[in-house]
């Protein structure tokens, strides 16, 4: 391991490690995650592009890597900040280490970092940019670096992470169509899709209703992906579009935020987001709590859905009170912020698929 290795945040800390052996240097929004399990569901979720990974668990690599556990075809994350990172696995169904994983995609990450401290500090003083850097640059030119970095206010992110030509998923001779918008899209929402006898056509980004309109589809979906949900203009005309022919929608995290903005409902940056497996939501309808899985850092305005006289909220998050779920009132739309396809996760809300379903029922 090469002891030199910095974390140098936008607000000049300085936080140091020992790089696993991938050189080079790497900027991201940094950021945590507190799962327990499930680094390679999280390394490859799309919704993590541009952004530096600090994993609270003690230990990264112990079970190594399986390829029918990932997201998407490759790590999204910018990089990866851990405590212990295992070069050797344990895991009777492992395929390879972690270590080869990265190296393969040339994915920097730092070990032996005092990650206790680090995630106090981003719990304090929120999310924000920062460099990992392995080079021997000095702080200076690190800086120089980050000062020419975006803030992710603003910043749209889902063109880079978005198929570039409409594919196909499940049997074409399922009974429910569904087109769904590809923003970030998990690979488990699609299997949790596919399992309830649905073909999907996955479309990219900036698709239009009239294009999406020829699948002739049951259903609609909006993915979760990275990113400010505002500057997403194709996707809330979209969204404007089925929703004002009343066709059945469905959204999850990114795709929930775009459903808010194209209502006029604005969405904010949070200090530093939900990201875990272990966040608890109310289900106001039945009274339950759930545990979910969670990963954004923006967030839909609470009040402003209060306030709107189409909408009615159906999940709050425990911890801190902001909007989880809400659906509109006189329209076959509904939309939630964490991750039903628990991948990874608990399965507790697995159920807003066949809500879904459900919803295709009644409005066909």
């Given at each position: ?43 490859t ?11 609270t ?5 112990n ?27 344990s ?42 850097s ?37 049997d ?126 923006f ?19 425990l ?46």
């Amino acid at each position: 391991m090469n002891t030199n290795t910095i974390i140098l945040l936008e607000d000049g800390t300085q936080f140091y490690g020992k790089s696993i052996g991938i050189q080079g240097h790497v900027t991201g929004e940094v950021c945590f995650n507190t799962g327990m399990t499930g680094y390679q569901e999280i390394f490859t979720d799309p919704s993590y592009y541009g952004q530096l990974m600090v994993t609270t668990n003690a230990h990264i690599g112990n079970y190594g890597v399986n390829d029918k556990e990932v997201e998407s075809n490759s790590v999204k994350i910018s990089g990866l900040i851990c405590k212990n990172f295992s070069f050797n696995h344990s895991r009777v169904d492992s395929e390879d280490t972690l270590f080869n994983y990265f190296k393969e995609q040339n994915i920097v990450a730092v070990a032996e970092v005092d990650t206790r401290a680090l995630v106090s500090h981003i719990r304090n003083k929120g999310a924000m940019n920062a460099i990992i850097s392995t080079d021997n640059s000095t702080v200076e030119e690190l800086k120089l670096i980050l000062d020419k970095m975006p803030s992710m206010v603003g910043l749209e992110l889902a063109s880079k992470v978005s198929t570039d030509k409409p594919y196909y998923v499940g049997d074409k001779k399922a009974t429910y169509k569904i087109a769904a918008l590809d923003i970030g899209i998990k690979q488990s929402i699609l299997r949790n899709l596919e399992k309830r006898d649905c073909y999907i056509k996955v479309f990219p980004y900036d698709t239009a209703f009239d294009e999406m309109k020829e699948f002739n589809a049951d259903g609609y979906f909006l993915s979760n992906g990275p990113g400010d949900p505002e500057p997403l203009i194709d996707a809330q005309n979209l969204a404007k579009e089925l929703i004002k022919r009343g066709l059945p929608l469905f959204g999850i995290c990114l795709g929930h935020q775009v459903i808010a903005q194209a209502n006029g409902i604005k969405t904010y940056k949070m200090h530093n987001g939900h990201r875990g497996i272990n966040h608890p939501v109310i289900n106001l309808n039945t009274g339950k709590a759930e545990v979910t899985s969670q990963n954004h850092g923006f967030v839909v305005d609470k009040q402003q859905v209060e306030n709107h006289q189409e909408f009615e909220i159906t999940h709050l998050h425990l911890n801190d009170d902001t909007l989880a779920g809400m659906y509109m009132k006189n329209k076959p739309c509904f939309s939630v912020q964490y991750h039903p396809e628990a991948s990874p996760g608990p399965h507790d809300s697995s159920y807003l698929f066949d809500e879904f379903i459900d919803l295709i029922k009644r409005n066909n």
